[in-house]
């Protein structure tokens, strides 16, 4: 689809022949210096990875999912228990990743030794 821009005479934007003044842009550098930080929110799962490592302090004082999502409901944060509950899953996780890992590199000398035979060669 083709769009067709009308520019005025000489082809130029008129936006950009227009000239800002002295006063303007004091003005505009004052509003530019004084802006606050901006404060953005994070997302439910933002939340719950920044709060990730207090998720499982309180699995260790033996809090449910359920129950840390109801007491930050009560202070006005919505994190739903599901979200807890993924952080609950990785830790008790990593325990077991950690074993197989180690159980896998006791097996490994075993793939490089030969095969032994379950029948003799007499039966074969």
């Known amino acids: 689809m083709y769009v067709a821009y009308n520019f005025p005479q000489g082809g130029r934007n008129m936006v950009s ?14 509003l530019l210096h004084d802006l606050p930080e901006k ?4 997302t439910r799962p933002e939340a719950a990875e920044f709060l990730e490592s207090d998720f499982r302090k309180a699995l260790d004082k033996g809090y449910s999912p359920k129950e840390l999502s109801q007491l930050l409901k009560n202070e006005g944060i919505i994190i739903p228990a599901y979200l807890i509950k993924r952080y609950f899953r990785e830790t008790a996780d990593a325990p077991r990743q950690k074993k197989s890992q180690a159980s896998a ?7 490089q030794s030969f095969v032994v035979p379950d029948l003799p060669d007499e039966e074969l």
């Open 39 to 42: 404060e953005d929110g994070k």
């Open 105 to 111: 590199q006791k097996t490994a000398p075993a793939k």
């Open 17 to 30: 022949s227009k000239k800002i003044r002295p006063e303007q842009l004091t003005r505009a550098r004052k």
